[in-house]
Every structure is written in C-alpha cells, then in structure tokens.
Nanobody
Framework: QVQLVELGGGLVQAAGSLTLSCAASGLSLNWSVMAWFRQAPGKEREFVASIAPSGTLATYHPSVEGRFTISRDNAKNMVYLQMNTLKPDDTAVYYC????????????????????WGLGTQVTVSP
C-alpha cells in the first residue's frame, strides 16, 4: 500500500527555518510528481511546491518562492521541503502528496491532481 509520512514539523519563531521530510513507500518516486500542500485553520488547502520526477524542475507558490526549496532523493524514496525565513502566515498543517506520471518533467499545483496524501505535520510560526 502507498504510504506518505511527513516529519519535521514544529514550532519556530518568525524568520527561522524548518525542514520537512516525506518518506514514501509502496510507489516508485522515479515516476511520481511530488508536492507539498498546506492548510491553515479556516482556509482552503493550498499549493506550496511541486517537483518533477526527474528532480530537475520545480514550481512554487509565489508566497514561498525564494524562501522554500523542494528536493527529492528518488533512490531513498524521500522528498524534502526546506523552509527559510518563515512567517506567521506559513502556519499550517503541511501535507506531502504524490501523483504517478509518465512525464519526467511534470509538475502540478492543483490538489485534485494528486492521488496519495500523507496525514500532515503541523508547522507553527510565532511572531
């Protein structure tokens, strides 16, 4: 069975950094677009970042571009989200997601594109 498990959430002060990890099992990351989404209380789940199966292309939501970096290690079935210069508005539950694809350079920003989801990890950024 496919499982995605997020790790690394926690409490950090504004301007600080956190790194999230997503451990995937039951699927090949070589043929999977991977992404991070987040959902804050009272808000819709929103796209954060997506990385293509090849690892050479990535897309970001404008609110995090330049601060967050998504990366992957297909051999280890791991995906990461390095978050720098965190803001209180970054506070949310962060979810790892995956979508199988035959395109090595595909990325997706729509949550409905993704087939598998982790349970999420809480990131709280204090003022």
């Amino acid at each position: 069975q496919v499982q995605l498990v997020e790790l690394g959430g926690g409490l950090v002060q504004a301007a600080g950094s956190l790194t999230l990890s997503c451990a995937a099992s039951g699927l090949s990351l070589n043929w999977s677009v991977m992404a991070w989404f987040r959902q804050a209380p009272g808000k819709e789940r929103e796209f954060v970042a997506s990385i293509a199966p090849s690892g050479t292309l990535a897309t970001y939501h404008p609110s995090v571009e330049g601060r967050f970096t998504i990366s992957r290690d297909n051999a280890k079935n791991m995906v990461y989200l390095q978050m720098n210069t965190l803001k209180p508005d970054d506070t949310a539950v962060y979810y790892c997601a995956s979508k199988q694809t035959a395109s090595p350079d595909a990325t997706y920003s729509w949550a409905g594109s993704y087939e598998y989801w982790g349970l999420g990890t809480q990131v709280t950024v204090s003022p």
